[in-house]
């Protein structure tokens, strides 16, 4: 912090009286006044401000970055049944207890959270100022703000469509498409290094199965950590897949596992994970769900 500047005797008498007539022709001649009357009059905070959080249902995809990074535990994840999005998962905030931070809306990857300029949240019972997941959703607000954080957009694969037939990599001019293999299933799998892409679409308009498709994404003030996966231990259960709320996890069979049933036939085969990290948020709900330890996330709490 640079030393403030000292104030000879000059700056002692003049400079308060500088602000006083200052106060004094915008109170008196312009007519402005230097405070309002509340609660009848209210300032025009800034948009910036940090008051109470507001919640996009539809941008939300429940990935829980929020209250895991929550410095005070003041946020958590409730199971809704909507009537439009079905059966999702929305936080809830105890807005007694936050610091107003701002880093459960930096962290958000969809931008659905975001802090208002409503700052009357007083109330002699704590119980009115913990807000659920339905008391905070507004799905207009977003629209209503401009966005600091820049968004991009980037080629999305759908692992499901991809017959790794190399197209796409062949036809990138920045060449930031790997063909790479996936251990146990005989197939080739599109890595994207998305620093490194202009967004060109060549790669979405040659892909014969439409796997590829652009999509805006919203740059991170965080860096993620990223799931490891182990195959030895993964029993093929699903449970990582079903949790993850980004879609970045696929089950593929692998060729050579079927076992021999009683009747002779042969079962289906064996099922690893697969992920597609570009895709992927972050949030380690695919390790808390792995109960084979087939998942490692360093620095994230199960």
């Given at each position: 912090m640079p030393a403030r500047k000292r104030l000879n005797s000059f700056g002692f008498v003049f400079r308060p009286m500088k602000r006083t007539g200052k106060q004094v022709w915008e109170s008196l001649i312009v007519g402005k006044p230097n405070?309002?009357?509340?609660?009848?009059?209210?300032?025009?905070?800034p948009p910036?401000?940090?008051?109470?959080?507001?919640?996009?249902?539809k941008k939300c995809i429940g990935c829980a970055n929020c209250v895991q990074i929550c410095p005070n535990d003041c946020m958590w994840m409730e199971k809704i049944e909507d009537p439009e999005l079905g059966k999702i998962e929305r936080p809830g905030i105890d807005m007694g207890r936050c610091l107003f931070c701002g880093l459960c809306v930096e962290v958000c990857p969809t931008v659905a959270l975001h802090e208002t300029v409503e700052f009357e949240l007083a109330s002699s019972d704590r119980g009115k100022i913990k807000f659920s997941a339905k008391e905070l959703r507004d799905d207009s607000y977003a629209d209503k703000v401009v966005e600091e954080r820049q968004k991009r957009a980037v080629p999305v694969l759908d692992l499901?469509?991809?017959?790794?037939?190399?197209?796409?990599?062949?036809?990138?001019p920045e060449m930031c498409i790997a063909m790479m293999p996936v251990e146990s299933v005989g197939k080739l799998k599109p890595e994207i290094a998305l620093p490194k892409c202009t967004a060109?679409?060549?790669?979405?308009?040659?892909c014969p199965e439409k796997a590829l498709t652009m999509k805006d994404m919203y740059e991170?003030?965080?860096?993620?950590?990223?799931?490891?996966f182990i195959l030895k231990?993964?029993?093929?259960?699903?449970?990582?897949?079903?949790?993850c709320?980004?879609?970045?996890?696929?089950?593929?069979?692998?060729?050579?596992?079927?076992?021999?049933?009683?009747?002779g036939k042969k079962s289906k085969?064996?099922?690893?994970?697969?992920?597609?990290?570009?895709?992927c948020v972050g949030c380690g709900k695919c390790f808390r769900a792995c109960k084979f330890q087939s998942i490692e996330m360093p620095g994230v709490k199960k």
């Open positions: 405070t309002v009357l509340y609660p009848y009059h209210k300032l025009n905070l910036t401000y940090r008051g109470k959080h507001t919640l996009d249902f499901g469509k991809c017959t790794g037939c190399e197209k796409c990599a062949g036809e990138c060109c679409e060549k790669c979405v308009v040659a991170s003030y965080f860096e993620m950590p990223e799931p490891k231990n993964c029993t093929g259960c699903n449970a990582c897949a079903k949790a709320p980004a879609d970045a996890i696929y089950m593929m069979e692998m060729p050579g596992t079927e076992r021999i049933l009683k009747d085969p064996k099922k690893r994970a697969v992920f597609v990290l570009e895709k």
